[in-house]
Each structure stands twice: as C-alpha cells, then as structure tokens.
C-alpha cells in the first residue's frame, strides 16, 4: 500500500529555516516524480515544488523561488524541502504526493495537482 509520511515541520520565526522530510514506501519509490503541496487556512491546496524521478528537473512556483529546494534520496525513499528564510505567509500544512504516473511531469504535476496519493501532511507555523 503506498503510503507517504511527512514530518519536519513546526513553529519558527520569521527569517528562520526548516527541513521537511517525506518517507515513501508501498511502491516503487524511483519511478515517479514527487511533490510538496501547502494548503494555508482557508484556501484550496497548492503545488509548491516537485521533482523528477531522477532529479534531473525540478519545478518551483514563483512564490518560493530562491528560497525553498527540492531533492531526494532514492535509495532512502525519501524526498526532502529545505525551506529558508521563511515568512508568515508560508504558514500552512504541507503535504507530500507522488506524481498521477511514471510520466507526470514536474510542472503539470505541482500546477494541476496531478497526484495518485497525500500524504497526512506536517503544520509550519511562522511567527514571531
């Protein structure tokens, strides 16, 4: 069964950094590209960044730029978001997903939240 199990997150002050993690397991982990998804309070689910399931290409909505990087670890199952400089606006739940496919890519995944699967998601929280 595949299963996505975020964590990383917590409360920081603005300007601060945080590293989220997303452990995969129940499929086969280097074939799909993933991404990190927020959804702040009362608003609908967002793509942030997603990556290739070789690395080679990474996406980034406009928003993040310069601030947040993608990577992962295929031989970990793992995909990570280092998140920087971090401000108010980035408070939300962030969830993890695997792309619709083998063949998803990295933009029409993270722009049209083409997904098979969420993870539970882990709570940033920026405030001084």
């Known amino acids: 069964q595949l299963q996505l199990v975020e964590s990383g997150g917590g409360l920081v002050q603005p300007g601060g950094s945080l590293r989220l993690s997303c452990a995969a397991s129940?499929?086969?982990?280097?074939?799909?590209?993933i991404g990190w998804f927020l959804q702040a309070p009362g608003k609908e689910r967002e793509g942030v960044s997603c990556i290739s399931s070789s690395n080679a290409n990474t996406y980034y909505t406009d928003s993040v730029k310069g601030r947040f990087t993608i990577s992962r670890d295929n031989a970990k199952n793992t995909v990570y978001l280092q998140i920087d400089n971090l401000k108010p606006e980035d408070t939300a739940i962030y969830y993890c997903?695997?792309?619709?496919?083998?063949?998803?890519?990295?933009?029409?995944?993270?722009?049209?939240?083409?997904?098979?699967?969420w993870g539970q998601g882990t709570q940033v929280t920026v405030s001084s």
């Open positions: 129940g499929f086969t982990f280097d074939y799909y590209p």
């Open positions: 997903a695997a792309g619709r496919s083998r063949f998803t890519t990295v933009q029409t995944m993270c722009v049209n939240l083409l997904v098979r699967s």
